[in-house]
């Protein structure tokens, strides 16, 4: 069973750019372009910022984008805003047909 | 777009069983497959299982095998997780989600969540 590392926190003031990192454990996260993000703010449901490594939703600003480089994919948002605070996820579909997520990381703007 | 509108809170009893129920409109349900996803107060997603309605087809993760039965109506859109022998660790929001059949793997739309709390 894969398992995804993310840093538990990051911060940043508004306009910089953050990146979170998602590493896996195993060979999945470099086989497959499997991977997709999640922000969410406090309280709410989570909601797709990026599928399939980098590829974006209709409507989630381009600000939002994803890499992969070996075993660990990215997010990266730039010019952050105030409502970029919340907690992010990475995910992971394995070979096996079930999913995995990261432990979550949160992002405060400074 | 699909808009998933889940069942509302429950209270539940240590070893009773717990049933949420998740309905799609605005979509193709035969196009979709439904997943569900926890999280435990302050902690973090965890996925559950999922079931591939037009198929009948389910697999759920091994830390819960036994435990979780899904399924789905096709006749009203609707999908079903059921949990049972609960106990206080289920204490958690329950999310439905959407992912397509064919294409990527990603949970393109979410529910509101429904929590359940286990408690004496």
């Known amino acids: 069973q894969s398992a995804l590392t993310q840093p538990p926190s990051v911060s940043a003031s508004p306009g910089q750019s953050v990146t979170i990192s998602c590493t896996g454990t195993?060979?999945?996260?470099?086989?497959?372009?499997?991977v997709s993000w999640y922000q969410q703010p406090p309280g709410t449901a989570p909601k797709l910022i990026i599928y399939?490594?980098?590829d974006r939703p209709s409507g989630v600003p381009d600000r939002f984008s994803g890499s992969k480089s070996d075993n660990t994919a990215s997010l990266t948002i730039s010019g952050l805003q105030a409502e970029d605070e919340g907690d992010y996820y990475c995910s992971l579909y394995t070979s096996s047909s079930t999913w995995v997520f990261g432990g979550g990381t949160k992002l405060t703007v400074l | 777009q699909v808009q998933l509108v889940q069942s509302g809170a429950e209270v539940k009893k240590p070893e009773s069983s717990v049933k949420v129920s998740c309905k799609a409109s605005g979509g193709t349900f035969s196009t979709y497959a439904i997943t569900w996803v926890r999280q435990a107060p302050g902690l973090g997603l965890e996925w559950m299982g999922r079931i591939i309605p037009i198929l009948g087809v389910t697999n759920s993760a091994q830390r819960f095998q036994g435990r979780v039965k899904i399924t789905a109506d096709r006749s009203t859109s609707t999908a079903f997780m059921e949990l049972s022998s609960l106990r206080s660790e289920d204490t958690a929001v329950y999310y439905c989600a959407s992912v397509r059949i064919i294409g990527t793997t990603s949970f393109d739309y979410w529910g509101q969540g429904t929590l359940v709390t286990v408690s004496s």
């Open positions: 195993s060979s999945d996260v470099i086989s497959y372009n499997r």
């Open positions: 399939d490594v980098s």
